[in-house]
């Protein structure tokens, strides 16, 4: 990690960032291009915004294509005003739209990714968890295929995070046992989230008229709302911020978009001996099968 002047709260940061990149490449076989080996303190809270969006009656991404990256559903903006005169522009072709704030990017091995400012603000675990996210990009990425890069860089970042903080802390590590009760809420909200996508889609797929999907999906994402609330899934303090939100397509797909196919990432690992170096090469494998094939190992509507 390149030395910079920084306080010490921003040292231990980095520090821990160098720990959790060594264990990316040692013990999970990521891509050392993957960046994270210099700092940048950047004068904005938020690294950038990403804008993504959907049909309003179907589960399609709007998209765009970039070198590299090849065609993906979000383009990020490192300015919040030009993101939302996006999503006005997007909004005007009648999609479903989202501004999200990211946390991180890759460029795929291709330039050395630094370390951003507004990422030492995070708690350790989640700052650990990205660095194994992203390096995960730069190791196995197929262009134009979204769902399953962002899913399997999600799964590499919650195995990773439960071995890295298991070998360093012992099986009762506090970390540990915060990581494992965080996914295991997770799971839940995501099942849910799951089965109303499948409704969802059911509605957007049928014979009814455009009018009557639209209200069909009106009354099923109310569903939704109202039986997350039920499930007290969502904390107290947070409830009526989610009941007011007018939730939309975009927002089942960028859950989807990073949390799918963990049965089959689960039997691919298994299949590997959990060995991450074999893993990884499975996964590749998976670049061959046809994008229907792709969507049915991961389960998407």
């Given at each position: 990690?390149?030395?910079?002047?920084?306080?010490?709260?921003?040292?231990?940061?980095?520090?821990?960032?160098?720990l959790a990149r060594e264990y990316a490449v040692n013990k999970l076989k990521l891509n050392p291009d993957g960046g994270f080996e210099y700092y940048t303190k950047l004068d904005r809270e938020e690294i950038g915004w990403n804008v993504s969006a959907c049909q309003a009656l179907a589960f399609e991404s709007y998209t765009w294509w970039f070198p590299f990256a090849g065609t993906v559903p979000y383009k990020g903006f490192f300015s919040k005003d030009l993101a939302l005169k996006e999503e006005e522009s997007l909004k005007r072709l009648g999609l479903d739209t989202r501004v999200r704030a990211f946390g991180g990017y890759s460029t795929l091995g291709w330039f050395s990714d630094p370390v951003l400012s507004p990422q030492l603000d995070w708690e350790d675990t989640k700052l650990v968890g990205l660095v194994f996210h992203e390096m995960a990009h730069a190791t196995s990425y197929l262009p134009g295929d979204s769902n399953l890069n962002e899913s399997y860089a999600s799964y590499v970042e919650e195995k990773g995070l439960e071995r890295f903080y298991k070998e360093r802390e012992g099986k009762d590590s506090p970390s540990l046992k915060e990581i494992l009760n965080e996914k295991k809420e997770k799971e839940t909200s995501i099942a849910i989230l799951k089965k109303y996508a499948y409704e969802l889609d059911k509605i957007y797929k049928s014979q009814s008229t455009d009018e009557s999907k639209l209200q069909k999906k009106k009354e099923t994402i109310q569903s939704f709302k109202e039986e997350v609330i039920r499930?007290?899934?969502?904390?107290?303090?947070?409830i009526e911020t989610f009941r007011k939100k007018e939730w939309n397509n975009e927002d089942f797909l960028g859950v989807l978009r990073y949390h799918s196919g963990n049965?089959?990432?689960?039997?691919l690992f298994t299949q590997a001996n959990e060995d991450f170096g074999i893993f990884h090469s499975k996964v590749k494998e998976l670049f061959s099968l046809s994008a229907e094939e792709r969507k049915k190992l991961l389960n998407l509507p």
């Open positions: 990690m390149q030395d910079t002047s920084v306080d010490e709260r921003t040292k231990k940061k980095l520090a821990l960032i160098q499930l007290n899934i969502v904390p107290a303090k947070k049965q089959t990432f689960e039997s």
